[in-house]
């Protein structure tokens, strides 16, 4: 697979990138260490978009951050409703986590919901 194909600095910088990104990150967290609290995908949004505004200006300004906090919460919201979309709200297998319906304990998947 070319290396074009994946994600690259440049593929951040519209908001479905760094979404995409962000619902990555979070959905393999998820599967993999069973870990994903509500505000993660939070902060790992403000963090690509303060980042991104970072990068694109040399001099910013206080109002440039505001804006980037804005992007992120977008950034944020967008990530959010990709999970839900892809979501069954179902949880999977038997191990340690949350505690389902049944009291047994459920891993989630890395299409389960965030909330």
């Not at 440049?10 to 505000?39: D, I, K, M, Y």
């Given at each position: 697979?070319?290396?074009?194909?994946?994600?690259?600095?440049?593929?951040?910088?519209?908001?479905?990138?760094?979404?995409?990104?962000?619902?990555?990150?979070?959905?393999?967290?998820?599967?993999?260490?069973?870990?994903?609290?509500?505000?993660?995908?939070?902060?790992?949004s403000?963090?690509?978009?303060?980042?991104?505004?970072?990068?694109?200006?040399?001099?910013?300004?206080?109002?440039?951050?505001?804006?980037?906090?804005?992007?992120?919460?977008?950034?944020?919201?967008?990530?959010?409703?990709?999970?839900?979309?892809?979501?069954?709200?179902k949880?999977?297998?038997?191990?340690?986590?949350?505690?389902?319906?049944?009291?047994?304990?459920?891993?989630?998947?890395?299409?389960?919901?965030?909330?």
């Amino acid at each position: 697979m070319p290396q074009s194909e994946l994600f690259t600095a440049s593929s951040f910088v519209n908001l479905a990138g760094a979404s995409a990104g962000v619902f990555v990150v979070c959905g393999a967290l998820q599967a993999a260490l069973n870990f994903n609290p509500r505000w993660l995908a939070l902060v790992m949004s403000e963090i690509v978009a303060v980042f991104g505004m970072y990068e694109a200006h040399s001099a910013a300004v206080p109002s440039d951050y505001f804006i980037a906090v804005l992007n992120g919460c977008l950034i944020y919201c967008t990530a959010v409703g990709g999970s839900t979309l892809g979501s069954t709200g179902k949880l999977i297998g038997r191990a340690k986590g949350r505690v389902g319906l049944n009291g047994i304990n459920e891993r989630r998947a890395f299409l389960s919901n965030w909330f």
